[in-house]
């Protein structure tokens, strides 16, 4: 792997254990400020970072396995360890893990000595280790290897795969784990090994890595493809979002071959277009997604395709997969033999069910995630590519007489119309006619019946082709990476193999050139980098010859005058172009060419070969002389599709065919011409091989054991032939002859110095001097090695396996130095952490403690201390009080002593009554006292006030009595004198009425607070009086209205009274004469009811002659109380006698000289005014 070299890097696969060196001192000046730990820890550091892998997976200290991870009791939970285990506790974090029971490297290196695997199988499982080497033996090794289902062979790196035809028991899980871990060299040769190699380095060494699958078409490199990516898939982890990405990387397989891949006569599943997919992890070698790159389908055979051949496998999986609805729906029948595209050959191949391949493919596309809307849109425009290949043209003859074509089954175009939304006349006028544009004019042409069909089938080959193209697109919209985190990418390269049919065409030409630069980056890798290397390097060597494919390349691709570009050009030349003036222009260019050949060049050199007829030419590819047949060049190139044709898609309303055909979009439209489909193809391939030589290639060559696909059958020319284009023995030869591995100075002393105690710790010397003297130092043997100017190089992959295990015993051993020291550093550091928190613990315990009982001392003494003060207080305060009493009793006594003294004393000098003056004294003091107080604490004067203050001792309680009536008269004095005299007549009159009547008629409590006014009628006022006026006498007390009962029948007739102070006057209210006069004298009593009627009788004197009644009068007033009581005072002033007033129920009066019996009666409630019936000589009054 001369490639790698040049990079740098070791050009072989490693050990996973083999990890590139650490940059010299990058991590030891930084960390840890204990010296030996933190080389030691440095070194480990180093070990882990530049091994993600082991951390990530298999390298990992044993004990830091967590039991969860180990799938069975009593097994190694990673593969490719083997042995057992015991439970161990980890002492760093104390976890408990599993830790394999020991297997001392040297067990594991004899293990391998004693059978290794690669010289121990059928045959030599190492190309490099044949002997005698050449083609014979090469070749007899890989047969009996292959006759043995021994399909894989190494040539050092290389994988030799031989197609089995047959499923083999080597894909199993527990194969995949035996190569997940294992060593390349001690396993059987297998593509796993080289696809574990290849995730490996790029896991751990960060390196991206390509995977080359060559062979012929029917070799096995898309099965090739797809084992390794399964292996990944497998190996890397299993978390729920890795799981989908890996999904939707391995279903896009699937969708890709239905829709790319069909049956070949070499191959029933043969890959029609170029896929290389870049599969992107992240540093943990988790997939992230991938992006898949397509190179030219060939869509030639959407039209057409040779016998025993099929179309795309899509078109037979839809008719046998689908439901009839759905068939209905997409207007196809489930006979193949009714679409034209489909041919009349029974479609159906031995070991391949379209209908349950039908269903994978749906179920992959949901995986992927395409909605249901886009896997229905996909299978209608699959339909209508069917559906083109049934239409029918038929020749047509203008009225010009010039022929023109048109649709003879117009149902077809009707169905087509209805799947993709578009009107009939669009489509058929694009496809019977066609539209030129020039100088702004449209000039419009009818086709002829074979121009129709051109036009069709261009249509078709179009549809599906940009259909295929925007289903890889589709694809990488799922599962393209968007986050943008640094990725490492792995590409697989599965293109359509070197391949040689009937007849050759433009697809054959440029499947062969991409093969063509395939085989060389191989040789330019592998064979000739790898011995200018030796050259440059200044290493013996006799130079290998090989073939060279550079000359071919260039006579393909050459930008000045390849067959590409002089293709390119007969395409863009005006005027007519035709196979016969291509051919003309290659024969020009290439007449004395090695490599190429026609009828012209070879009549040159008086060469006759019949195989070549006119209209070809022939090539000499590294693997064979292909002839191609120059008709079609052009068109294919070209690739036209009429405009209108493209604006007919455009127009119609399926939104997915309508977004295949943005060309079609008329303001979009260009004049200029689209690339050609070589130019295109070259540009890719360009790409693709930059892309190549970026990455470290992996090389899988896959060989076709025989033509008929057939299993245990090998055909010993025909893999001779692949075996010697392929370059297999050269190959063999420059790696047996030349150097397995080599590396830089500087990587290589880093990676190794450890092995010699000259190198490690340090070495002071040059690099190279460094990497010579420790290979010395190991007994390497000398011819084992070769020093270069800047590299030294290993012979067998052997030498290096074993200083692999050596340094991996190594590594093993200073992990154990650096877990050791690390363990005892964290020991003694956690020791003395330890110590530390104990003592500051055990000072703040003890600390505390003291605290404490301090705090209770000083507690109980305060305690002690209050109780003793409290005690000595008390008795000093009992002792106190005891003074101050008998201080205080001895006062008391001096002070009666004393007391005693002075009265002795003092009744010598006063007189003996002196007890009663100071008892008067003190009485007088009172009363003062008391009559001050009720001077200051005077109620208020209102009359309606009878407050007063209590007696303050109980000895003056009559006397307050008194004072408080006196003050209470005083007060009603006050108040009267202040009256005016009116006021005061007024309420003389109302205090006679009370004296009168309270208590003794309802009618009086009414009455208290209506003013008593005197005149009623307003006698004084009215002139209308003046009679009455005149009879008053200006001595009139009260006028008033009232009614008189005659007591003959007990009616009442209205009156007016006057009231005099001499005479009681009855007059007729119209009249206004005095009719009755009563002198106050005749008088004898007056009678009132003691209800609230105004029924007022006066009793006159029997011997009256005054006036002119017939006896008592008996009135009704409305103001009885102020007419009984003026009456009553007008009586008093005139006859110095009070009226004789009776109130009672009953009385007689008097009428013409008998007595009536009045009877006054209570009347119903709301009865008004006394009525009064006259019964004989009794008279009821009903009153109210
Ligand atoms: N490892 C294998 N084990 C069993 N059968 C295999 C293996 N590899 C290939 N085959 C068989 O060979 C057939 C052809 O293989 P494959 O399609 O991979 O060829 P190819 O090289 O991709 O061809 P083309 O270039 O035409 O695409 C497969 O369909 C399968 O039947
Ligand atoms: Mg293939």
Not at 235 to 256: D, F, I, R, Y
């Amino acid at each position: 792997m001369s490639g790698q070299g040049a990079q740098g890097g070791w050009a072989g696969p490693f050990p996973a254990a083999c990890t590139p060196p650490a940059p010299p001192g990058y991590l030891s000046s930084v960390f840890f400020p204990f010296p030996a730990v933190g080389k030691a820890f440095c070194f480990l550091l180093q070990f882990v970072f530049f091994n993600k892998g082991l951390v990530c997976r298999r390298r990992v200290p044993a004990w830091c396995v967590p039991a969860s991870a180990c799938p069975l009791p009593g097994l190694m939970p990673f593969p490719g360890h083997g042995g057992e285990v015991v439970p161990t506790q980890c002492p760093l974090d104390g976890s408990t893990g599993l830790r394999p029971v020991s297997q001392s490297p040297g067990t594991r290196a004899r293990a391998m000595e004693a059978d290794p695997p690669v010289l121990a199988t059928v045959g030599v499982g190492d190309l490099v280790l044949l002997d005698p080497l050449s083609e014979e033996s090469l070749l007899s090794n890989l047969r009996e290897r292959f006759l043995h289902k021994e399909i894989y062979t190494y040539i050092g790196n290389v994988v030799i795969s031989v197609n089995p035809y047959c499923p083999l028991p080597i894909y199993s899980a527990e194969m995949v784990e035996q190569y997940c871990n294992g060593n390349f060299y001690a396993l059987k040769p297998h593509i796993y090994a080289i696809a574990e190699d290849a995730y490996s380095s790029l896991r751990d060494r960060d390196r991206d890595q390509c995977i080359l699958i060559t062979g012929e078409s029917g070799a096995g490199k898309t099965e090739a493809s797809k084992l390794v990516m399964s292996y990944v898939a497998a190996v890397c982890s299993k978390g729920a979002e890795v799981t989908k990405v890996k999904e939707q990387l391995l279903q896009s397989n699937p969708v890709l071959e239905a829709f790319g891949n069909a049956k070949t006569i070499r191959n029933n599943n043969s890959s029609r277009f170029g896929k290389y997919m870049d599969v992107e992890f992240d540093f943990k070698g988790e997939p992230l997604g991938g992006l898949i790159s397509n190179y030219l389908l060939e869509k030639s055979r959407v039209v057409q395709h040779v016998k025993n051949e099929r179309n795309f496998h899509i078109f037979y999986q839809l008719l046998a997969g689908a439901s009839d609805p759905l068939l209905k729906r997409l207007k196809l029948q489930r006979d193949c033999r009714h679409h034209g595209y489909l041919g009349d050959e029974d479609p159906r191949l031995p070991g391949m069910d379209d209908a349950t391949n039908f269903q994978a493919v749906q179920d992959a596309m949901r995986i992927i995630g395409f909605s249901e809307a886009e896997v229905t849109q996909l299978l209608e425009v699959t339909a209508v590519v069917l559906k083109l290949g049934d239409l029918q043209l038929s020749s047509q003859f203008q009225a010009s007489g010039m022929e023109a074509c048109g649709i003879q089954n117009m149902q077809v175009l009707r169905d087509i119309c209805e799947l993709i939304g578009l009107r009939e006349s669009v489509l058929e006028q694009a496809l019977c006619s066609r539209t030129m544009e020039a100088k702004q004019e449209k000039v419009v042409t009818a086709l002829s019946v074979a121009q129709g069909y051109f036009g069709r089938d261009a249509l078709a080959k179009n549809i599906y082709s940009r259909l295929f193209d925007w289903l890889v697109t589709r694809i990488n919209e799922s599962i393209q990476v968007t986050t943008g985190e640094r990725r490492k990418v792995m590409g697989v390269l599965d293109i359509y193999g070197f391949e040689i049919v009937k007849d050759n065409s433009f697809e054959q030409f440029i499947i062969n050139y991409c093969n063509e630069k395939l085989q060389q980056i191989f040789i330019l890798m592998t064979l000739k980098e790898e011995q200018e290397e030796y050259f440059r390097e200044g290493i013996a060597w006799t130079p290998v010859t090989f073939f060279d494919n550079g000359i071919i390349c260039d006579l393909i691709e050459s930008g000045k005058g390849g067959i590409l570009a002089l293709l390119d050009e007969e395409c863009l030349r005006p005027g007519t172009v035709s196979p016969a003036t291509f051919l003309a222009k290659l024969d020009q260019a290439f007449g004395n060419h090695k490599h190429y050949e026609s009828r012209k060049s070879q009549s040159d050199r008086r060469i006759t070969d019949t195989s070549l007829p006119s209209t070809c030419f022939r090539v000499h590819h590294y693997a064979g002389k292909v002839t191609y047949n120059a008709t079609g060049f052009i068109e294919k190139n070209m690739d036209q599709l009429y405009r209108g044709l493209a604006q007919a898609m455009w127009q119609a309303k399926h939104t997915l065919l309508r977004s295949l055909f943005p060309d079609g979009d008329p303001k979009k439209a260009s004049l200029k011409m689209p690339p050609t489909a070589g130019f295109q193809f070259k540009a890719s391939i360009s790409t693709l091989m930059k892309n190549l030589y970026s990455k470290n290639p992996n090389y899988i060559r896959c060989i076709k054991p025989n033509e008929s696909q057939a299993p245990g059958l090998f055909t010993d020319e025909l893999v001779r032939n692949q075996v010697r284009y392929l370059g297999l023995l050269e190959n063999v030869r420059v790696r047996r002859a030349g150097y397995a591995y080599r590396q830089p100075y500087q990587p290589c002393l880093e990676r190794y110095r450890l092995l010699s105690t000259h190198t490690w710790p340090r070495w002071a010397g040059t690099a190279r001097d460094g990497v010579q003297a420790l290979f010395s130092d190991l007994d390497i043997l000398p011819e084992e090695l070769a020093y270069g100017h800047t590299k030294v190089f290993i012979r067998t992959p052997r030498t290096l396996f074993d200083l692999e295990e050596r340094r991996r015993r190594q590594v093993e051993e200073l992990a154990t130095l650096i877990q050791k020291t690390y363990r005892g550093w964290r020991c003694r550091t956690q020791y003395q952490l330890m110590r530390k928190s104990q003592i500051l613990i055990s000072a703040w315990f003890r600390g505390h403690v003291q605290k404490k009982r301090y705090q209770h001392t000083k507690r109980a003494v305060l305690l002690i201390q209050a109780c003793a003060r409290g005690w000595k207080s008390r008795r000093l305060l009992r002792e106190l009080k005891h003074q101050k009493r008998c201080h205080q009793a001895a006062a008391i006594i001096s002070a009666y002593w004393k007391g005693y003294k002075t009265r002795k004393e003092y009744t010598k000098y006063f007189r003996s009554g002196a007890m009663a003056r100071l008892a008067n004294f003190i009485y007088r003091r009172l009363l003062q006292k008391f009559f001050l107080g009720l001077k200051n604490n005077l109620p208020p004067l209102t009359v309606s006030d009878r407050s007063w203050p209590p007696a303050p001792y109980r000895f003056l309680a009559n006397a307050n009595e008194e004072l408080k009536t006196i003050f209470y008269h005083w007060k009603c004095k006050k108040y009267r004198d202040q009256l005016s005299l009116e006021k005061r007549a007024a309420l003389q009159t109302k205090l006679c009425a009370s004296e009168l009547f309270k208590g003794k008629k309802a009618r009086y409590g009414p009455s208290v607070p209506e003013p008593f006014q005197g005149d009623y009628v307003g006698l004084q006022k009215n002139p209308k009086y003046q009679k009455l006026q005149a009879a008053a006498q200006g001595k009139l007390v009260l006028a008033d209205a009232v009614r008189k009962v005659n007591q003959a029948n007990g009616k009442m007739t209205p009156q007016l009274l006057l009231l005099t102070k001499e005479h009681v006057i009855l007059a007729d209210p119209k009249a206004t004469q005095p009719k009755v006069v009563i002198s106050l004298s005749d008088i004898r009593a007056t009678s009132v009811t003691r209800f609230s009627d105004g029924l007022l009788v006066l009793h006159l004197k029997e011997q009256t002659g005054t006036g002119g009644t017939k006896g008592d009068v008996l009135l009704v007033s409305d103001h009885v109380i102020e007419v009984v009581t003026r009456l009553h005072q007008a009586l008093l002033e005139t006859t110095r006698q009070a009226l004789n007033l009776q109130i009672a129920d009953q009385f007689s009066t008097q009428f013409k000289k008998s007595s009536i019996a009045v009877t006054v009666v209570q009347g119903p409630k709301g009865h008004l005014g006394p009525v009064c019936k006259k019964k004989g000589k009794k008279m009821e009054v009903l009153v109210c």
